[in-house]
């Protein structure tokens, strides 16, 4: 990218997306722009030339990022820019409206040492919510020109003309951290000798946050004895203080940040918050957060997709369109037309592809799983997921997840399988195992779960068992998972979004796009599960199976009739709980039964599909051991709930 | 395009050719769209979705 590199001096603009940066670049460039990828990646960074004052500058418009420390390409991106020019200035554009958000990363700016000017920008919006902005004290305050602005108006754009022209660097302020951070700086900033474009208090900061490509720098620019005394000190201090580094940083910044904008930003209307601002408040703190999860858990879950999905959308379905309308239309024809027996089985008979593979994947699984996707959209549209990510990290520590982990939890509810994909996304290996445990065993998916509250429904007793073992036997596995596996524990903390009325048109087109996604992705699983199975019944193989399990299903106190609901779970769980549910309607199972069943069933091993990708995911090795565990706890607690509800007499 | 999880902005290199049928994770179909931030799953509507979009945008 020769445009990079010109005899001009440069303007290098960051700051976070859609703050204006982008306008502000076309303003100051005007048509005269070129628009390239940054070498060796796919990322596009813009540049042109500006005059100002009589002297042309060339203009560098960098990919948004949110800090110095750099997570996605677009980060690394701008980051190397920073890196290995030397601007004439870096001018850092904030949304006025979020200065408290954005000023951590004019913060790292300052403190690497870079001839910061910061824009101000969108004032016009902050006035418009009853923001003032004092910004010559900011100004002081931190050491560096301010300019107030409303670029996509041109306000501000001569002052910020005048900085540019008048600018001289000059050294910039420390900022100075809690003691025991400062300790740690102080430990390896007198280490570091080479010439860095970014000051080595900066370097040191990153280093101890893992930063690689500055501890590549950091070995290129340092001797090697010198360059492992500096890693050495680093590990001691990442060791030390590997439980909340990040966190600590974070805050830390937020601290400075809160206290430099003391006096400066003033709220000139003092509006009561409003009803959405508090109902944000109440989700996230624990005494009112659960019982705003127990209320989307009853009316989300229980109501909704329970009794209204799987009751009466699947009696809809399967009792009447299915049973009196089309099953024996098919039926007819194939006993018409299909005289040779093994086809006939194989299209209408038992486990035929019409009346096993499809019937199941239409009538039971799709409404089932399409009003729990309604149910996730809206929730995800309004912003209460992040929230419910806050709510539950501290009980999700006990486990050894973070609050990031509710993303494949949650996910879980919807497709275990695909929520396994999800669980690499998690920070730490131990993480990634231990919620891909949990999710094998303890998270029922979306067809699973309305099938089991469906049928449990009209029993409160037998929900509230179901609910309670599972709960229990997540806790004790999270916490045993959480003593035995060794590793780094996680960090999590997020910026939370606003809260907000979940948009119809989202909502519709979110839901409409995840059913088509599963049911196109279940429907040949499901004729494919229905043709093994036809196999298995032709060939009397799966008597062989059914009679291999029997004795355990009978050990649990299920009937015969229940193993089949077994074979069918491990090649999709959703289909394991439309053979429960045919059980039940066939007045196959007692109430204790059934709440063996939907328990152990709940348990029961993972579907073919989640296997694969937790081979994929996590290696043969640990997919085998889950596997195995799973099985074993499955049925040792089938066996447990059993023995209990036998002694006691309770449900019987 | 904004992450149904975070609500950050999807930098563009990651906003996918609608086209494209697998998040780069599965073995596809899931047409799912990765967030660079926090790795959430978001859907992509199909072909049909997209021109009701579409068309919804233009009215607009």
């Known amino acids: 990218m020769s445009e990079m590199h010109t005899e001009h001096p440069q303007i290098i603009l960051v700051g976070h997306p859609n703050v204006g940066k982008s306008v502000l670049f076309n303003v100051l460039t005007g048509a005269y722009s070129t628009v390239s990828n940054y070498p060796g990646t796919s990322v596009e960074v813009s540049s042109g030339t500006s005059t100002i004052a009589g002297r042309k500058y060339q203009i560098l418009d960098t990919p948004g990022m949110y800090s110095l420390m750099p997570i996605t390409d677009e980060e690394r991106v701008a980051r190397t820019i920073l890196l290995t020019h030397h601007p004439h200035a870096v001018v850092h554009v904030i949304d006025a409206r979020n200065i408290e958000r954005m000023l951590p990363m004019t913060m790292q700016l300052i403190e690497a040492g870079l001839p910061v000017i910061l824009v101000v920008n969108i004032l016009d919006e902050a006035q418009r919510l009853g923001l003032k902005l004092d910004l010559e004290r900011l100004q002081k305050q931190l050491g560096i020109p301010v300019i107030g602005a409303v670029m996509k108006r041109r306000i501000g754009l001569d002052e910020l003309y005048s900085a540019i022209d008048a600018y001289r660097f000059c050294p910039h302020k420390t900022f100075v951290y809690q003691e025991d951070l400062e300790r740690d700086l102080n430990a390896v900033v007198p280490l570091l000798k080479g010439d860095y474009r970014l000051s080595r208090r900066a370097v040191a900061m990153l280093l101890i946050q893992g930063d690689e490509d500055i501890r590549e720098l950091v070995t290129k620019g340092e001797a090697a004895a010198a360059s492992e005394e500096i890693f050495d000190q680093v590990r001691l201090i990442s060791f030390r203080r590997r439980a909340d580094l990040h966190l600590q940083i974070g805050m830390e910044r937020r601290r400075i940040c809160r206290q430099l904008l003391d006096g400066v930003v003033t709220q000139e209307r003092q509006d009561a918050e409003s009803f959405g601002q508090k109902l944000s408040r109440w989700m996230v703190r624990p005494l009112t957060g659960v019982p705003i999860l127990l209320l989307v858990i009853y009316f989300g879950l229980f109501q909704f997709v329970g009794v209204f999905g799987a009751g009466t959308l699947v009696d809809f379905l399967e009792g009447m369109l299915f049973e009196e309308h089309i099953n024996p239309v098919v039926v007819d024809a194939a006993q018409k037309y299909l005289t040779a027996n093994w086809l006939f089985e194989l299209v209408a008979g038992e486990y035929g592809i019409w009346t096993l593979g499809i019937r199941y994947a239409v009538a039971l699984v799709l409404p089932i799983v399409g009003s729990f996707f309604l149910v996730f959209s809206i929730l995800e549209d309004s912003g209460y997921l992040p929230r419910l990510a806050l709510l539950i990290d501290r009980v999700f520590k006990l486990i050894g997840l973070s609050g990031r982990a509710v993303i494949p939890m949650v996910l879980g509810f919807g497709c275990d399988t695909m929520a396994t994909l999800v669980t690499r996304t998690l920070e730490t290996r131990r993480e990634r195992i231990i919620s891909t445990l949990l999710l094998a065993m303890v998270i029922p998916c979306s067809a699973q779960l309305g099938v089991i509250l469906g049928l449990l429904a009209v029993q409160p007793l037998a929900l509230m068992t179901w609910i309670l073992c599972l709960v229990v036997v997540f806790m004790v596995v999270g916490v045993l998972a959480d003593r035995l596996m060794p590793g780094e524990k996680p960090v999590f903390y997020m910026e939370v979004p606003p809260l907000r009325p979940p948009q119809l048109a989202n909502v519709a087109i979110k839901t409409l796009t995840r059913m088509k996604s599963y049911f196109f992705e279940i429907l040949p699983l499901f004729v494919i599960a229905s043709v093994v199975l036809w196999a298995g019944k032709m060939t009397q193989a799966l008597d062989l199976v059914v009679a291999a399990l029997a004795p355990v299903v009978h050990a649990i106190g299920l009937p015969t009739g229940a193993t089949t609901a077994f074979v069918f779970g491990f090649f999709r769980r959703d289909f394991g709980a439309a053979g429960l549910y045919d059980l039940q309607m066939a007045g196959a199972l007692t109430t204790a039964q059934l709440t063996v069943a939907a328990l152990t069933l709940t348990l029961f091993v993972p579907c073919v599909a989640q296997f694969l990708v937790m081979l994929k995911e996590r290696g043969v090795k640990i997919a085998l051991i889950i596997f195995l565990f799973v099985t074993l706890v499955a049925f040792a607690a089938g066996w447990t709930l059993n023995t209990f509800l036998n002694l006691t007499g309770f449900l019987l | ?60």
């Not at chain 2, 149904?4 to 049928?21: N, S, T």
């Not at chain 2, 599965?26 to 992509?44: A, V």
């Not at chain 2, 049909?48 to 579409?54: G, S, Y």
Request: with cysteine.
């Open chain 2, 1 to 60: 395009m904004k992450c149904g999880f975070c609500q950050r902005d999807i930098p563009p290199p990651y906003q996918v050719d609608p086209e494209r049928k697998s998040c780069g994770s599965c073995f596809g179909g899931c047409r799912k769209l990765h967030c660079p931030w926090c790795g959430y799953p978001n859907p992509l509507p199909g072909k049909f979705l997209r021109r009701l979009l579409e068309k919804q945008a233009g009215k607009q």
